[in-house]
């Protein structure tokens, strides 16, 4: 199937006469256009490009240089001009002939027909929501309407607009009032009827500010019954909030967040094509943590501790570099890393990825919530300041150590996020914004991890100790966020587990779960390390091991293709039939080992 459509176009071309010479070379420049687009990356953008558009303008528009805000909620006007763009878009696919697309063209068919599908079911769900807190809001046609007059500038009765907000706050006033002898409200739709009050607050606010002091007789009218409608609108959504039904909860810990259950987990977990169940993560993180565990065993032995690992470890995580040493100490990682992946000639890293990455420093607040290195474009360095308490430095540089870092310096820079950035903006960026998902963005980093301890990187049993701490704390990510979204796990118990399972200082393992779960990350970012990292694993043991490629070949390939769910990378790669209406199945692990 691959390339069918540029072979049909090369044999064509023999029958012009060029020489064959030249004929290859055409041939060979036009292959490499995949590495770039395929037969659909047109529609991915412009679908992209259209849904932005429509959420700009249709949504509470800014006030300054045309930019505008993300969308939470949608008003009933753009829940049918988005559901009428999906609808034009799956038109547009079901007409294409998928089976002359080469595999890379069919891939991105595949994920772009899913994405509108996906988009559907959810302004679908939204729709639903709306029609339920309808007659909570009977004011916001006053509002929607004034809205749509401003977009393109209108020329409004001053007088009329100042009649029709009054109006709203009569309403508002009403139903105000009724909600205070109601039961409570289900917490999720309370949830989204907050959010449809603050948009239409975000809307009143745009509509006014583009007439005010602009339009006199609108200026003379407008401002107070706009201001008694703003306030009331702020006071309304504190009380609908008020009336939600959610429990209450508070467990020492000062971490926040809201599981999602079981249902929605399961679904996510097949919307980026993982067909495992919660349970059957749980099992594989069990089962990857027992590896460490007996890893961790020879290292301490090797050391003098027995099978006191724990032990091993305190002395592993005392052996922290002085303050103010830590860049020093993150370029020798570095460099350690990048000689060795060089000396086993382990993927392409273009000059320019290896000049071009930088240092940052995390101010003590960011540290709160990520303990540890951060990267992308950088890596970003978290260790002591002046201003943190004795406590707080100890376990900072403790948390921070040498053999600890060994094994994130690279996850976090070449072949890391560094170059996942810098190869992400230069082939197929389409898909990056189209297809962005966590198993891709950490699974590659993750495999990196696991790759290289598999290959030797870590020579001594102190820098195994280091490595495998963080490959434990990959499978207590799993453990403990899923616990958390299916209602068995508090926040602290979270934090407890790290403590106790995996040897984190608690002002870390605090930090890791709050940013686990008050950060803006989906429910699955955290199980993505891991279960990512196995299934290109999978991967690489399908095509490397198996002798059908090297492991520069795989690995230049890999991150070429840019953001794909992993199965979706393994049909590119292996050139799998595939159909229109494909549904994953691919089962990576094997738990019989």
Not at 73 to 102: G, I, T, W
Not at 171 to 196: C, N, R, S, T, W
Not at 225 to 239: F, M
Request: proline letters at 5%; a neutral charge.
């Amino acid at each position: 199937m691959r390339y069918r459509l540029l072979n049909c176009f090369f044999v064509a071309l023999l029958a012009t006469g060029l020489p064959l010479a030249a004929l290859s070379q055409l041939n060979d420049r036009l292959s490499s256009l995949y590495e770039q687009a395929t037969e659909v990356s047109g529609l991915v953008t412009q679908y992209g490009q259209d849904v932005r558009a429509i959420e700009y303008f249709y949504g509470p528009m800014a006030s300054s240089f045309g930019r505008g805000g993300g969308v939470s909620v949608h008003s009933p006007e753009q829940l049918a001009r988005l559901e009428a763009l999906n609808k034009e878009y799956l038109d547009q696919l079901q007409a294409l002939d998928f089976n002359a697309f080469s595999i890379y063209g069919q891939v991105d068919y595949i994920l772009l027909k899913r994405k509108i599908e996906r988009s559907q079911e959810a302004l679908a769900a939204e729709k639903s929501n709306y029609q339920k807190i309808v007659r909570r809001i009977p004011f916001a046609d006053s509002i929607y309407v004034f809205e749509q007059l401003r977009r393109r500038g209108t020329t409004v009765d001053g007088e009329a607009i100042a009649g029709s907000l009054h109006g709203a706050l009569q309403q508002l006033q009403q139903v105000h009032g009724a909600l205070e002898k109601e039961e409570p409200i289900d917490a999720e739709l309370a949830d989204y009827a907050v959010g449809v009050v603050q948009d239409l607050k975000a809307r009143l606010k745009n509509a006014f500010d583009f007439y005010n002091g602009y339009d006199p007789l609108f200026t003379w009218w407008v401002p107070e019954p706009y201001k008694a409608l703003d306030t009331a609108l702020q006071e309304y959504a504190k009380r609908i909030g008020s009336k939600s039904n959610a429990k209450p909860f508070d467990d020492g810990s000062n971490i926040g967040g809201k599981p999602i259950g079981r249902e929605a987990f399961a679904k996510a977990l097949l919307d980026d094509m993982i067909p495992y169940t919660p349970e059957e993560l749980l099992k594989l993180a069990d089962k990857e943590f027992a590896w460490c565990e007996a890893e961790l065993l020879k290292a301490s032995r090797e050391m003098g501790f027995g099978d006191n690992w724990k032990a091993a470890q305190e002395k592993v995580k005392n052996s922290y570099v002085a303050p103010g040493k830590q860049p020093e100490l993150i370029i020798k990682l570095y460099k350690d890393a990048n000689d060795f992946i060089k000396a086993n000639d382990l993927v392409t890293m273009p000059p320019l990825s290896e000049e071009t990455w930088g240092m940052i420093m995390m101010t003590p607040e960011q540290q709160l919530v990520s303990p540890f290195f951060l990267g992308g474009r950088n890596i970003m360095v978290s260790y002591p300041t002046n201003t943190m308490s004795h406590d707080r430095k100890l376990m900072s540089m403790r948390g921070n150590n040498p053999y600890f870092s060994r094994g994130t310096v690279q996850h976090e820079l070449v072949p890391g996020h560094h170059l996942q950035y810098f190869m992400n903006s230069r082939y197929k960026p389409y898909r990056a914004e189209a297809f962005r998902t966590p198993f891709w963005t950490e699974g590659w980093t993750l495999y990196w991890e696991l790759l290289l301890y598999d290959l030797g990187f870590a020579k001594t049993p102190e820098e195994r100790i280091g490595m495998l701490f963080w490959r434990m704390h990959r499978c207590a990510r799993i453990t403990f966020s899923i616990k958390y979204h299916l209602g068995e796990w508090t926040p602290q118990q979270c934090v407890d587990y790290l403590v106790e399972r995996v040897g984190h200082e608690p002002s870390t393992a605090h930090g890791e779960v709050k940013r686990s779960f008050e950060a803006n990350y989906g429910p699955l970012y955290q199980l993505a390390y891991l279960t990512g990292g196995l299934q290109m694993w999978s991967l690489k043991k399908e095509l490397v091991d198996s002798g059908k490629m090297t492991y520069k070949a795989f690995h230049d390939r890999v991150i070429k293709e840019n953001y794909l769910p992993i199965e979706m990378l393994r049909a590119t790669l292996t050139d799998q039939k595939l159909s229109r209406d494909f549904k994953s199945s691919w089962k990576f692990y094997d738990f019989s080992n």
